[in-house]
């Protein structure tokens, strides 16, 4: 069965066919990230035009990168929550003309289950397991009992790690995402130079809290300025993100214990972080744990891994119409659509 994705949830205009569930034939991505550059962050209107000028083109070469047709697609799914309301609203009306148009059934998928599917393209695991989902809007530990049953087990409460990694990222006058350049400078820098606290949530030891951190941040470069000190950049990005690796990983490693979890997954985003990758490959080497991560080129965001979970969604029953909306919020474990 070979379904199409689209995926323009942010800033990336996706499409790409995947052969039952598993097999990516094409994986196109445009993105509009240069223009954000310029503005230290994602600037949604920007977004959004550029999504409506790409999208028929990027749709186009993955099919045609594929070797198909619309003739050969059996459903078409969409990534309609949660993002950026505009950004979401183009690749769903995108969806619904192309479902309409050629008599194809329309499979809404939410983002973070796309994540966590683009585990399925890059090894051969099965749920029951345990998943870090981790992007620049959510920081979620999911029980993933089936394809599509999960259960939220913590999430933050405020900041997710990828937007308190772009935020710090941007004070410490990195290039955006900050993530990746924090990622990319850390292995120069001492990790121990600055110590920052790890914020714990009483009575809810799986939540995570990360603008305490960014705030940290903030005021050591703000502190700094003010009595004309220079820090030194390096040792900062190492610090900050072995506080944030620390605290996502500890508290994962708490849940997969407690829950009696032996097979873990990270995806979203920030999985694509080295540190985050060999942390939490020691962590699950130390308890005999095994462990899955996605291949980099399916960290961030790309259809493949949306066309993946919208073959699981589509043969477990879940078909949209063409009243379907796009939604910017949505649990993950309690959809409607
Ligand atoms: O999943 P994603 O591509 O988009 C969302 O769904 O949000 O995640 C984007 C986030 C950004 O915050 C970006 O800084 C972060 O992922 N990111 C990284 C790395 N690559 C991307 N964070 C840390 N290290 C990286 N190598
Ligand atoms: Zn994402």
Request: hydrophobic share 40%; with cysteine; glycine share 8%.
């Amino acid at each position: 069965m070979k379904i199409l994705g689209i995926e323009s949830s942010c800033d990336e205009t996706a499409a790409a066919v995947v052969e039952n569930g598993r097999e990516v034939l094409s994986n196109v991505i445009a993105t509009s990230l240069e223009e954000h550059k310029l503005y230290g962050g994602v600037v949604p209107e920007i977004a959004s035009r550029r999504h409506a000028e790409s999208i028929s083109g990027v749709v186009e070469e993955a099919l045609k990168q594929a070797g198909c047709t619309m003739n050969d697609i059996d459903a078409v799914a969409v990534t309609y929550a949660p993002g950026l309301i505009g950004s979401l609203l183009v690749g769903v009306s995108f969806a619904k003309g192309l479902s309409q148009a050629t008599n194809t059934p329309l499979v809404p998928v939410h983002h973070l289950r796309g994540h966590i599917a683009s585990n399925y393209i890059s090894c051969d695991i099965e749920p029951p397991f345990l998943c870090l989902v981790v992007s620049g809007g959510h920081s979620h530990i999911v029980a993933v009992k089936s394809y599509t049953d999960f259960e939220v087990i913590g999430k933050t409460r405020d900041d997710a790690a990828g937007e308190a990694l772009d935020k710090a990222g941007r004070t410490m006058g990195l290039e955006y995402p900050g993530g990746i350049s924090i990622d990319k400078l850390s292995p120069s820098g001492d990790e121990n130079a600055f110590s920052f606290p790890h914020p714990r949530i009483h009575d809810a030891p799986y939540d995570y809290s990360f603008s305490g951190l960014k705030t940290a941040v903030i005021n050591i470069m703000h502190n700094a300025s003010q009595k004309g000190e220079d820090i030194n950049v390096a040792d900062l990005s190492a610090s900050f993100q072995k506080a944030v690796v620390d605290c996502l990983l500890s508290n994962f490693e708490t849940a997969a214990e407690n829950f009696g979890y032996n097979k873990l997954v990270i995806a979203g985003g920030v999985s694509a972080n080295s540190k985050l990758r060999n942390d939490a490959r020691k962590m699950c080497d130390r308890h005999g744990w095994t462990l899955t991560l996605p291949e980099l080129k399916y960290c961030g965001d790309n259809a493949a891994m949306i066309a993946s979970q919208g073959y699981y969604e589509f043969v477990s029953g879940t078909i949209a119409n063409e009243s379907l909306n796009a939604y910017a919020t949505m649990p993950l474990d309690n959809i409607k659509y």
